[in-house]
């Protein structure tokens, strides 16, 4: 989807998936996704004056919570067409999500990803068996080249968030987090969710929506590419302004979804912006306290309530930690700029 | 103690904690430590052909496991001697764990501390409101130091492995992983301990010989520190030689303590020695598939099983991730010179 998208009209939407279809998403990714931990720490809580359970969807299986979602939706696809394959577009953990659910299916997979992604993020696709087609961020439409592929292939393509089968993977890991959290004894205020395209932020407030609904669900971007939260604001979808940039490879998708935001807008309480100083911050604070090794987009949610965006004194908040893929290099020039900030 | 306790008479040994004691020990931690996650990555198991568990003490208050003895030895004090507080050595870790167990009983903490610890360590000891007496580690007595100041103030000192209370409290590890692996339905056939002085490793010993008699425990330390596996090929406790070197600097003990060995004599199955560069390249493993910020004397078990030196093949095993205290710049070091040789 491009930014045009947003004003123009479109086909009435496909419905979201319902609490029932996650539950069966969750039957489908047993024994198969990573039945992630809900953290906490005696150092966060202390620091935050409230209870942080923590979500490290980093140690799920491809080091991020895109597995779940890619798994699910490449069970969807019907066996006979299923053999045919996958094509998908991605800056590298839906990448990654679909090039391992493929590995499982043993079918093809075709991923187009950008030329400057993460190098451990194109070299893990690739290692996972997926062949990788690379285009130019600035001047190529990676969908135009997915459907290109996939028409000549056959090949079924797999949508990185606006997409039903994908939201209900997703939705997973918020069933996971209610769970845990209830057998933690915690009631859930709040939960900060990573978003990109939405489609983990609108899984988990469907899921929560049935299993919490006391819990306010906030959705938390990169500074610039705060879509959502402008969307959620104005009450419709609105795109990212041209011309931004942030280190959160993750979350640069250029608006909403369509199928997502129409979850978002009715389930969540609000939007919430982190700058790359704040994410930064946040890295550093998960490798010297919280000893986990998070990617930049997968920080955001720790970055704002380290830096104070949301209120956690005396209250009982889970965040997202959403992926773990980062280069050496890039990880420790972020700690190193982070400490210095922490 | 030092290396020439070892072949002069000693006094007879205390008993080593029995499988209760590790048991009143959990009832003492519960609610203080974490309960930390036994883990599992499909790409681990991939790459060594077999299920492997991953116990992250990287998690646990404090940074490392050594929380667990602290705490429960401070806890076995005497209340009316418990008030004039505790005083500790250590290169940082047990530094870490006795300051926080003494912070949460309100007590004052004093920690003798090597001059060229991590810089993390000695601020994390503070940190927790711990006094810090830095020593010279090539000219002073770390034990002669804490004995003065301990009968300066009437303060218990806190041994860091040679005593039963830490050894039970260690245990509570080694519990949870029994406990943790059959609700997974894992039969371990072996469980690797990074191993200092003994104490963790005599404590999960105890704990599965109660629990899990068939799996084989192996303890794993540095080369040129491997003075447990050299004690236990001769039968009987060796020091390390002079003048070795390694950057496993939480695992630099050097010989086996007294109490432990006792016990590690009896219950292991035998010890395992890998290199540093083994060591940077489990560090670099668990950085960037793991997504654990594991320290270097946290790593050797991980570094046994990726060098091959336990085989893994169509077996189930445990390992500990024994702490994660390590400064930005070491671990970007070691990242780096490990990912060379992954």
Redesign the interface.
Known sequence: MNSSDVSTPEAPLPAPPSYEDILAAADRLAGKA?MT?L?????LNARVGGRILIK?E??Q?T?SFKFRGAYNRVSLIPPTERAAGVVAYSSGNHAQGVAAAAALYGIPATIVMPADAPA?KIANTRGYGAKVELYERSSESREARAEVIAAELGATIVRPYDDSGIMAGQGTCGLEIARQAEQLGAHLDALLVCCGGGGLTSGCAIALAEMSPQTKVYSVEPEGFDDTRRSLEGGERVANLPGQESFCDALLSPTPGALTFSVNRRLLAGGIAVSDAEVAAAM?YA????????EPGGAVSLAALLAGKIDARDKTLALTLSG?NVD?ET??RA??AG?ALN
């Open positions: 990573i931990p953290l906490e720490s005696h150092a490290p980093t140690l299986r080091g451990i550093a490798f010297s306290t919280l000893k986990l090794v998070v773990g050496p990880h420790a700690v190193a400490s």
